[in-house]
Antibody, heavy 118, light 111 residues
Framework: EVQLVESGGDLVQPGRSLRLSCSAS????????VNWVRQAPGKGLEWVGF??????????QYAASVKGRFTISRDESKDIAYLQMNSLKTEDTAVYYC?????????WGQGTKVTVSS | DVVMTQSPLSLPVTLGQPASISCRSS???????????FNWFHQRPGQSPRRLIY???NRDSGVPDRFSGSGSGTDFTLRISRVEAEDVGVYYC?????????FGGGTKVEI
């Protein structure tokens, strides 16, 4: 079964850092890009960023709201993608999902909750 | 950024009756490779989003055939031929033609 599992969500204070993980299984991780999408409480979906396949350079793109603070990486040896979040703000409070593919978004994880509060 | 505008925001439906949701983009979603990277998603309360339709009109595996997608350029529509109870939730459109990728604000479907 193709599956994505996020982890690492927590309650953190503003200005602190947190790293989320997205563990993939059931498919060849190297063959797909990974996107991160977030959903603030009671709100809609917001694209956060994306990392290409390593074969395409593993390059990244980010939403303006997180650019310079968030970094996406991937580890093909572990089939895991990461979302490093620095200088967290209260408005980063959300459930964070990882999803597969450059434009596909065909498989989603269950999400991990990040709460930024003092 | 490409703005995705969904309507209506809320859609009361009757079981067994048809329903449709509109999504308009502020720019054409036709990519230079000839594809239109436009998807529809469904999210039930407390669950992750699930893709229903990709590239405008392609239904995902396991999605009932009462769901259909259509449109081109900047205007897109999701249709449900006969609403069932399990169809409640929020529907989102999304474009992946232009950076940054953007979602519509969502349409809440309720019985």
């Amino acid at each position: 079964e193709v599956q994505l599992v996020e982890s690492g969500g927590d309650l953190v204070q503003p200005g602190r850092s947190l790293r989320l993980s997205c563990s993939a299984s059931g498919y060849t991780f190297d063959d797909y890009a990974v996107n991160w999408v977030r959903q603030a409480p009671g709100k809609g979906l917001e694209w956060v960023g994306f990392i290409r396949r390593k074969a395409y350079g593993g390059t990244t793109q980010y939403a303006a709201s997180v650019k310079g603070r968030f970094t996406i990486s991937r580890d093909e040896s572990k089939d895991i993608a990461y979302l490093q979040m620095n200088s967290l703000k209260t408005e980063d409070t959300a459930v964070y999902y990882c999803t597969r593919g450059l434009s596909a978004f065909d498989v989603w994880g269950q999400g991990t909750k990040v709460t930024v509060s003092s | 950024d490409v703005v995705m505008t969904q309507s209506p925001l809320s859609l009361p439906v009757t079981l067994g009756q048809p329903a449709s949701i509109s999504c308009r983009s502020s720019q054409s979603l036709l990519y230079s490779d000839g594809n239109t990277y436009f998807n529809w998603f469904h999210q039930r309360p407390g669950q992750s989003p699930r893709r229903l339709i990709y590239k405008v009109s392609n239904r995902d595996s396991g999605v009932p055939d009462r769901f259909s997608g259509s449109g081109s350029g900047t205007d897109f529509t999701l249709r449900i031929s006969r609403v069932e109870a399990e169809d409640v939730g929020v529907y989102y459109c999304m474009q992946a033609t232009h950076w940054p990728l953007t979602f519509g604000g969502g349409t809440k479907v309720e019985i």
